[in-house]
Nanobody, 124 residues
Framework: QVQLVESGGGLVQAGGSLRLSCAVS????????MGWFRQPPGKEREFVAA????????DYSDFAKGRFTISRDNAKNTLYLQMNSLQVEDTAVYYC?????????????????WGRGTQVTVSS
């Protein structure tokens, strides 16, 4: 059974940083692309970042470029999202997601496995 468990969310002031983690089990972590999505209050879920199976290639949404860094540790079956210079607009539930394919995708429909999410709240 595939399980994805996010952690590291919380309340932070604008300009601060958080590091999200996603622990994965029951899944061939090292062979597949993984991603982070988020859902702000009252809005649709949106793509944040994704990383290829080897970690050699990553892609970011425009709002994440230069501030967020996605990484993975295949030995620990863990995905990370380092978020710096957080803004109030980054407030959302952040979800970890896993593909059954080695290539990156921005489309949430390409990710069959999801965590339950972790809340990130940025105060002004």
């Amino acid at each position: 059974q595939v399980q994805l468990v996010e952690s590291g969310g919380g309340l932070v002031q604008a300009g601060g940083s958080l590091r999200l983690s996603c622990a994965v089990s029951g899944y061939t972590f090292s062979s597949n692309a993984m991603g982070w999505f988020r859902q702000p209050p009252g809005k649709e879920r949106e793509f944040v970042a994704a990383i290829k199976w080897r970690g050699s290639s990553a892609d970011y949404s425009d709002f994440a470029k230069g501030r967020f860094t996605i990484s993975r540790d295949n030995a620990k079956n863990t995905l990370y999202l380092q978020m710096n210079s957080l803004q109030v607009e980054d407030t959302a539930v952040y979800y970890c997601a896993a593909r059954t394919h080695l290539l990156i995708s921005w489309d949430s429909r390409d990710y069959p496995y999801w965590g339950r999410g972790t809340q990130v709240t940025v105060s002004s």
